[in-house]
Structure formats: C-alpha cells, structure tokens
C-alpha cells in the first residue's frame, strides 16, 4: 500500500509540468484582442480592395474583429510607421503594394522608420502587372514602332508618372533608358491624372496598372503596346509581355503583401501565413483578383521578405543613376 502510494506520488509529481504549462506555440497562434489591418492608401485603391475582402474571411479564422483602417499619407509611409511602431504582438497588419517599402528607404530623407528592421513580412498576395499605354494619335502600334518614333523624336516625348518615385516612374525611367529614348518624365498626382493626360494628347506614354487604364481602354481613349511581366495576360492576350520583349525588370507591377511589427511571435506569423494562403485559395477570392487583373502570388514569409531585398536594391540604383529626388 505504502509503496503504490510513493509510486502514485511520483507520477503526479512527473506529470505536474505538463498539466501546468501550456503546449508549445500555443500562446503565440491565439488571438486575444481585435486585429487592425492598416492600408497606407485612400479607400477604394486596390490595396484597399484587398484588405476589404480579406477583412471577413480573416475574422472568421482567428475568431477575433479584424477592422480595417485607412492611413494615408507620405506615399504610404505615415500607414507603415503605425505599423512599424505598433505593439510587437502581430495584431496590427500592414496591407498595401509593397513597392513604396523598397522605394522609400532610398527616396525619402530621415525616413523616420526602417521597413526592413521594423517590419516583418506575412507572406505577398497578389501581382498585377502594369500597362504601357499611349496616345493613339502616336504614330506607333507596336513596341518597336514607339521606339523608332521616340528616336525620332528625341527630348519631345513626354512620359506621364502617377507620381514622383512611385513604382511606376521608376519603370517609366527603366523603359525609357531600355528603349534608349531620351524622354521628358511629366509628374501627375495620382494614376488616373496621368492616364487623363495621355488620353488628352497632353502626354506620349504611360504605366500603370490594369484597373487604372481599363477604362481608358475600353472607350479606345489609349492605346496598350505591351504589359509588365513573365507571361500573357488573360485580359491582353494579344500585348508581349516585358518577359518576350526582353525588358527589365520583367517582374515590374504592383505586388500587394502582408506585413506586421518586427518582434511578432514567430509562431503567430506562421498562423497568419497559413491563414491568408487559405483566404487566397477561395474560389470567391480567386474570382475577384482575376476581375482586377491581378495574379495570386501566395507563398512563405521568406519569399516576400527576398522580394524586398532584391527591390530595394534595384530601385536604389535607379533612384541614384537617374537623380530622381522628391520636391
């Protein structure tokens, strides 16, 4: 009797630890309080479309609000500060196209955060590539007939930009010196001023993504040459892709990811990951970003973390090499 006692004691004493401390990442992938998903831009962008329809599926998963809030300003650097600066316990999500995350580190004097220090990556959601599109009084249908007028023309074409810095005018600056024209770059604010711009015969040229230049399109306003990217799109099977034109940077576009504050339970970052390849893979989901143009671009942490390694150093010696600088 004595001796099962003593036995019985000692198992209780071995099991004691297990009963009383909790199973390993657990804490980490539970959601104790609402979620904010901060979009650096004005509602109705595509950045915000994402997060809008991330926004239920997302709550559903983690059984906790997710609201979504927009913070724009500064190119989307007040949005990713607040993102940057936030409690280090992944309930605060940056959403946005991640571009302006490789661009600003270069571009912007005393940039009062570090994205690649105070930031950690989720995992990328979406690409939609960029359209090139001019005006159709330009005596050109195809790529090589607009280079052959631009060198014909050298110092009188007009290149429209959505915005000094942007992800665009740096892709206007790469084509133009790929295509070796000697160009004006024209700053608009914001995509559809640009596209207005080219549609008026006030400017030659644009870039910009398919949602903006669609309509543009559409009621034969523009004309599309060519489309960033590695591959046809479905909506502009008959434009070479940059890939087929052997343009750099083949993969120029907007590239939409998730992000949270540097120092988030890895395990959490891990759950999130794993939850938003779930929302991507819904065939609602899938249907909506093909309606916009975009390409589902779902993969690990690490693979959005290269891309912004690899970005930020391209546009770094594109910013340096052609002197751009904000006014």
């Keep these: 009797m004595y001796r099962r006692r003593i036995l019985a004691l000692l198992y209780l004493a ?3 630890p297990a009963l009383t401390l909790p199973i390993a990442g657990a804490s980490a992938q539970t959601f ?17 479309i994402l997060a809008r329809l991330i926004q239920p599926k997302l709550q559903e998963l983690i059984g906790q609000p997710v609201v979504v809030e927009n913070k724009p300003g500064a190119g989307g650097n007040i949005g990713a500060e607040i993102v940057a600066k936030a409690e280090k ?35 990328m959601i979406s690409f939609a590539p960029y359209v090139i599109s001019i005006n ?24 429209a930009n959505p915005g000094i810095g942007l992800a665009n005018h740096l892709t206007n600056v790469q084509v133009a010196k ?29 870039i910009n993504s398919i949602p903006t230049t669609a309509a543009f399109l559409s ?57 938003l390849g779930k929302i991507l893979a819904m065939p609602d989901i899938l249907k909506r970003l093909g309606d916009l143009g975009a390409q589902v671009k779902a993969g690990p942490p690490s693979e959005l ?15 340096k090499e052609s002197g751009i600088k904000l006014q």
């Design 89 to 123: 316990d992944g309930h605060t999500l940056l959403l946005m196209d991640v571009s302006p995350l490789a661009i600003s580190p270069t571009l912007v004097t005393g940039l009062s955060y570090n994205p690649a220090k105070e930031l950690a990556p989720i995992g």
């Design 219 to 275: 009621g034969g306003q523009v004309l599309a040459i060519a489309l960033s990217g590695d591959q046809r799109h479905e909506q502009f099977k008959d434009l070479p892709s940059f890939k087929e034109l052997t343009l750099e940077p083949v993969d120029s576009g907007s590239w939409q990811g998730l992000l949270t504050t540097a120092g988030a339970p890895p395990a959490l970052v891990t759950r999130l990951n794993a939850d």
């Design 14 to 16: 071995l099991l004691a």
């Design 32 to 48: 104790s309080k609402p979620v904010r998903i901060i979009v650096p831009f004005a509602p109705g962008g595509a950045s915000d």
């Design 305 to 319: 973390a290269t891309w912004l390694e690899r970005n930020t150093t391209t546009f770094e010696k594109v910013i």
């Design 178 to 206: 790929a295509w070796g024209l000697d160009v004006k770059h024209v700053p608009y604010k914001g995509g559809s001023e640009a596209m207005k711009s080219v549609a008026s015969g006030e400017t030659h040229l644009t």
């Design 136 to 159: 159709p009084s330009v005596p050109a249908k195809t790529v090589a007939e607009f280079i052959a007028f631009g060198k014909a023309n050298a110092g009188k074409v007009l290149f």
